[in-house]
């Protein structure tokens, strides 16, 4: 039976794992109050007061708990407690102490109420009754005892249902989370595992894999891709790229990892499943670090100030990384008995209580691009960490450092490089600002003096017009000749004019009037390459034809571009040698 008007059930979720309302599986609920958004306030509390919310009732002559204007940010706050609390009295009636959780929903009329489950049907069964019984007690008709009396009595009818099935590993987990650098930073420790002879599963928005083997494609990042990682066999070490929408949808895939990592927090996605502000982005990525095993290791990056703050809630050993070896944080993460990682005299550098080592030159590590990427030197300094914080030798992930490749094999979107015709060819998946923020300064570094940058960029629609904006005005003010190559089978509800007016509004803050749009990437690169000239870099965002560019690339005649000659061009471009 549905609730009368005034309340209606909007969503049940089951979160299967842990999530950004508990560290175990649990019920979200999202209901519409409208009905007791609209009541007059003293009816509100005086109703508040019958039932027995906590503070709701006169004290002394006034009320230490406002239910607020009808309609208000205060009356959703309150309603939201209303609400936790209808909860806690209906499992209280059936026998249970039930920890419970309420806030504000995503929309204006709406409250979240989450409380953990052990059994699938009696948490779905509690989460209806909780919005029958918001909305009976509207109409007054019937007293608060009666309505939980008849919602026991149905409750003790329904069969209990399945238990949760999330994973408790007995091998060590990595959960890796951030907005960028996931999946590069999943798959150099997935590389640092197997140099030191593990087998190693890990899953990404790529696939799951094991050791080098495809086990399945598919966007893999989230519970489905923990819960196929861990169940492979032989497993000794799991690396689980953990991404917003999974922890949102359905919870982390495992009750605990032995290091947490956290890239970084910046915008992309905002908007999407109630997510509107970075603050609230941090918040759920920040959930990895509340299962990380107290002996564990939580690494965070240093040089991001939301990821830094999430430190408060960590339950892990805290492992700074940052650029900046001076950075506050590193003397604090030793102070609390944790360990830091910088860069020292241009090599990656260990601090621990009373100890500071040198481990590698950062031109020895490859997927630094010879130093110029920061946030490639980033994502390598969270995967040292992390594979140190599992206990890996030393020497093996020095050795795993020196030989892992953004090639288009090991790690395939992420800055492969190619030389064709003398130009330097850069394909990437940046989407969002700080990715492109990363591509543009791996194109400076590799352009010679006297030469240009040619950059056609993409992303999907399901970007607020600000992202987009930001997006191409970084790629725009960053290149010599700009573009826009379209996504047309990735518009996720937009319009392809909505996607080509916010590109074109941020060329236009960053002083290009007009901007020649493409029908893909491909065509794009291909047009670029037509006009750009030796020694001149030319960069595309490859998000949907990346196997198509490859196989373009390979038929002209593109060489990929090794180590040793990245090294060389990073010098060229420095002027340090001709080449």
């Known amino acids: 039976m549905p609730p009368p008007p005034g309340v209606h059930l909007k969503e049940l979720r089951i979160l299967d794992g842990p999530n950004l309302y508990f560290t175990r599986p649990a019920v979200k609920l999202t209901l519409d109050v409208q009905g007791w958004l609209d009541l007059p306030e003293e009816r509100t509390r005086r109703l508040a007061a019958k039932l027995g919310v906590p503070g709701a009732a006169d004290d002394s002559g006034g009320s230490r708990l406002r ?20 909860t806690r009295s209906l499992a209280h009636a059936s026998g249970t102490a039930l920890a419970v959780r309420a806030r504000p929903g995503h929309e204006p009329n709406q409250i979240v109420v989450s409380f953990p489950w052990r059994h699938r049907g009696a948490a779905e069964a509690l989460g209806r009754e909780v919005a029958r019984m918001l909305g ?10 009666r309505l939980l009396r008849e919602a026991w009595e149905r409750l003790s009818r329904v069969e209990p249902g399945p238990s949760p099935t999330v994973s408790n590993p007995v091998v060590p987990v990595i959960a890796v989370t951030g907005t960028n650098g996931k999946t590069t930073t999943v798959r150099l420790l997935a590389h640092l595992a197997r140099t030191s002879g593990r087998t190693v599963a ?12 495809l086990v ?77 095993r107290p002996r564990g290791w939580d690494v965070l990056n240093g040089d991001d100030p939301r990821v830094l703050a999430m430190r408060r809630i960590a339950r892990g050993r805290p492992w700074i990384f940052s650029l900046d070896p001076d950075h506050p944080a590193l003397r604090t993460a030793l102070e609390e008995r944790g360990r830091g990682m910088t860069v020292i005299d241009g090599a990656m550098t260990l601090l621990d209580r009373g100890d ?57 979107g992420r800055t492969n490089l190619y030389e064709l015709g003398g130009r330097v060819v850069v394909i990437d998946y940046a989407h969002n600002e700080a990715s492109m923020a990363g591509l543009v300064e791996t194109c400076r570094g590799l352009r010679s003096p006297g030469h240009e940058i040619w950059l056609a960029a993409c992303t999907a629609g399901d970007r607020t017009p600000e992202i987009l904006r930001a997006f191409a005005y ?106």
């Open 216 to 292: 399945e494609k598919s966007d893999y990042s989230g519970f489905g891709g923990a819960e196929k990682a861990l169940a492979q066999p032989g497993v000794e070490v799991a690396v689980l790229e953990t991404a917003r929408g999974g922890i949102l949808l359905r919870g982390i895939g495992t009750l605990h990892n032995d290091v947490a990592v956290v890239t970084n927090v910046s915008a992309d996605h905002l908007g999407l499943l109630g997510i509107r502000t970075l603050d609230q982005l941090a918040e759920v990525k920040s959930t990895i670090l509340r299962i990380t």
């Open 474 to 579: 970084i790629g725009a003010r960053g290149s010599d000749h700009f573009y826009i190559a379209e996504l047309l089978h990735y518009l996720r509800g937009t319009t392809r004019e909505a996607v080509l007016e916010g590109l074109r509004a941020g060329a236009a803050d960053a002083g290009l009037t007009e901007v020649p749009a493409y029908i893909d990437e491909l065509t794009a690169l291909k047009e670029m390459l037509a006009r750009a000239g030796k020694r001149d870099v030319v960069a595309v965002t490859a998000l949907s034809q990346r196997s198509e560019i490859f196989e373009f690339l390979g038929k002209s005649g593109a060489r990929q571009i090794g180590p040793k000659r990245v090294r060389q061009l990073v010098r060229r471009a420095r002027s340090l040698t001709s080449i």
């Open 136 to 145: 009976r007690l509207l109409d007054g008709r019937r007293s608060h005892p």
């Open 356 to 412: 500071s080592r040198s481990l590698v030159a950062l031109e020895e590590v490859p997927v630094t691009l010879a130093g110029i990427s920061s946030h490639n030197i980033q994502n390598a300094m969270a995967a040292t960490a992390a594979a140190l914080g599992i206990g890996l030798p030393e020497e093996h992930v020095i050795a795993g450092l020196r030989t892992f490749v953004l090639d288009a094999e090991r790690n395939p």
């Open 202 to 213: 890990y899953s990404s928005t790529d696939g799951v894999y094991l050791n080098d083997r």
């Open 67 to 86: 239910a607020g204007a009808p309609r208000s940010e205060r009356r959703l706050r309150f309603v939201a407690r209303v609400g936790a609390f209808v």
